[in-house]
């Protein structure tokens, strides 16, 4: 049997944001403070770090709580942050980025001396730009600084842009557009 408290703060979580709380929200902030606060972090819409100033002032309790129920709704889509571990290291995929930043660079210097090849240089330009959008997503999603929500919303438009099969595989598509090199034998 769960303790009245913890059905008390999931309760009051799982409401949508807009819920009207009364009241008697001041009375309520003092018995179920504590365990919302680790009812949220447990459900990855509050980072441990957040404890220390959301949900700490009875006078803030509704505001707080709105914030929470919006979180809630917000990442009820997004992997836990531990799916973040299932992608490479922050510091290899900063690397793959600044490759992708040059790439980009050189299809700039291309299309300024052959007009020619506007429209292909700039398909593959847009190509470099979507993945750059991906792998900065997979970067926020490993920084493990940024709080956990932040984390969990890299890791949803993760799975949004190359789709929930590829992303529970971990299919990911290259960090430049591969497809679009010459081949030199």
Known sequence: MFP??????????????????????????????????QVAVSWEVLDPRETKYVLTR???FLSDLKLLRRRYQDLSEAPPVADSFRFPDRQLVNELL???????????????????????????TLEADRLYQLWDNIRDARCEYYYVTVRRQALKKIKDMIGEAHYYNGQLPPHVPVWRFARID
């Open 58 to 60: 009875g006078e803030d």
């Open 4 to 37: 009245l408290d913890c059905v008390l703060a999931v309760a009051l979580l799982a409401l949508p944001p807009d819920t009207s709380d009364g009241a008697e929200a001041a009375d309520t902030f003092a018995t179920v403070r504590p365990t919302l606060q």
């Open 98 to 124: 600044a490759f992708n930043r040059s790439y980009r660079q050189h299809l700039d210097q291309r299309q300024a001396m052959e007009p020619a090849l506007f429209w292909e240089l700039r398909e593959a």
